[in-house]
Structures are given as structure tokens and as C-alpha cells.
């Protein structure tokens, strides 16, 4: 007998495809940032150790603390 509906094995597949399109994009926007040197992060007001943090807020994982960071425009409040 099968144990998981294609509905309920699909829904599973789609969040395991979701999870790892989200983890290289991270990975990609971390190269993009360690790409940055010393003068261009403090330019942007920034140190290394900030990235994750940072990443979090821009892509809604957490509160938005930094004035840089912008929520996006259909999540600001009126």
C-alpha cells in the first residue's frame, strides 16, 4: 500500500526544492559579499561578521533593525 499521496509526496518535493534554491542563493550572495574588500565594506558600514545577519533582514528572516535595510515595498506599513 502507499504510504505518502503524489499530492503529499509532491508538496514534499516542492519544499526540498525551495530549501535548496534558497541555500545557493545564499551561498552565491556570500561569495558576492567575501568578494568585497576592506575599503568597499566600509563604505557600506559594514564588517565580514555582519553578513549573516545582514542576508536575514534583506530577505525577510528577521526583524529589520538597519536603516539600509528596506523592507519591501508591499510588506511597508502606510
Do not use: K
Not at 17 to 26: E, I, N, Y
Not at 29 to 43: C, H, I, K, V
Not at 56 to 75: D, F, S, W
Request: with cysteine; proline share 5%.
Amino acid at each position: 500500500m502507499n504510504q505518502f499521496p503524489s499530492a503529499t509526496l509532491r508538496g514534499l518535493l516542492d519544499c526540498i526544492g525551495s530549501r535548496l534554491a534558497a541555500a545557493r542563493r545564499h551561498a552565491a550572495e556570500r561569495r558576492e559579499f567575501q568578494r568585497l574588500d576592506a575599503g568597499a565594506l566600509r563604505d557600506l558600514g559594514m564588517v565580514p561578521s555582519e553578513f549573516g545577519s545582514y542576508w536575514a533582514e534583506a530577505n525577510g528572516l528577521a526583524e529589520h533593525t538597519r536603516l539600509r535595510v528596506q523592507a519591501p515595498a508591499a510588506t511597508q506599513p502606510r
